[in-house]
């Protein structure tokens, strides 16, 4: 089995900064992308960054020049630095991995459970 966890989230003023955290853990092979979505109360899960295990990033425009994703790959961990928050930045954020659990075995897909961010006005 594989387990990703979150961590880091919490409450901060508008502006400020906090920096999330995914680590996969459990009968793992290698791991190709990883990657952060966020899901506001009411809305849709929306992508906010992914990164390859040869670490090429891309960003929807919303987390442009404010977040950065980045890894570590002997950890097995996504960071996700987030900078200038907003209020509307406010959801859960969910850790992404296609992991594969043997040589011979296809990627599949894992979610975390989740960090909830709240930015204050």
């Known amino acids: 089995q594989v387990q990703l966890v979150e961590s880091g989230g919490g409450l901060v003023q508008a502006g400020g900064s906090l920096r999330l955290s995914c680590a996969a853990s459990?009968?793992?092979?290698?791991?190709?992308?990883m990657a952060w979505y966020r899901q506001a109360p009411g809305k849709e899960r929306e992508l906010v960054a992914t990164?390859?295990?040869?670490?090429?990033?891309n960003y929807a425009d919303s987390a442009k020049g404010r977040f950065t994703i980045s890894r570590d790959n002997a950890k097995n961990t996504v960071y996700l630095q987030m900078n200038s928050l907003k209020p509307e930045d406010t959801a859960v954020y969910l850790c992404?991995?296609?992991?594969?659990?043997?040589?011979?075995?296809?990627?599949?897909?894992?979610w975390g459970k989740g960090a909830l961010v709240t930015v204050s006005s």
């Open positions: 990164i390859t295990n040869g670490g090429i990033t």
């Open positions: 992404y991995a296609e992991v594969k659990r043997a040589y011979f075995s296809p990627y599949m897909e894992y």
């Open positions: 459990g009968s793992i092979f290698s791991i190709n992308a």
